[in-house]
C-alpha cells in the first residue's frame, strides 16, 4: 500500500533552516507529481510546493518563494523540502502529498502522510 513518512521536522530558530524528507513507497514514485502542504494549529491545510513527476518547474506559493526549495530524488523514492530562513509562522504539521498523476497538484490530493512537526521559535 501507498506509505508516505516524513521526517526531518523539529525546533528552529527565526532564520534557521531545516530539511524535511519524505520516503514514499508502495507506488512508482517516478510517475507521480508530488507535493508538500502544512497545517499550522486551529488552521486549515495550506499547499506549499510541488512538482510535475520529472521534477520540472518547481511551483511555490507565495508564503514560502524564496525561502524554500523543494526537490525529488526518483531512484531513492525520496521527496525532499529545504526550508531557509523560518520564521514563526512556519510553524505547522508539514505533510507529504501524493499526486493522482504525474502532474503537479494543489489540491486533491491521493494519499499523505502522518506529518512532521515544525517549529519556529527563539
Known amino acids: 500500500q501507498v506509505q508516505l513518512v516524513e521526517s526531518g521536522g523539529g525546533l528552529a530558530q527565526p532564520g534557521g533552516s531545516l530539511r524535511l524528507s519524505c520516503a514514499a513507497s508502495g507506488f512508482t514514485f517516478s510517475r507521480y507529481g508530488m507535493s508538500w502542504a502544512r497545517q499550522a494549529p486551529g488552521k486549515g491545510l495550506e499547499w506549499l510546493s510541488g512538482?510535475?513527476?520529472?521534477?520540472?518547474?518547481?511551483v511555490y506559493a507565495k508564503s514560502v518563494k524564496g525561502r524554500f526549495t523543494i526537490s525529488r530524488d526518483n531512484p531513492k523514492n525520496t521527496l525532499y523540502l529545504q526550508m531557509n530562513s523560518l520564521k514563526p509562522e512556519d510553524t505547522a504539521l508539514y505533510f507529504c502529498?501524493?499526486?493522482?498523476?504525474?502532474?503537479?497538484?494543489?489540491?486533491?490530493?491521493?494519499?499523505w502522510g502522518q506529518g512532521t512537526q515544525v517549529t519556529v521559535s527563539s
Open positions: 502529498v501524493k499526486c493522482p498523476n504525474r502532474r503537479l497538484c494543489r489540491s486533491n490530493y491521493d494519499y
Open positions: 512538482f510535475d513527476s520529472d521534477a520540472s518547474d518547481p
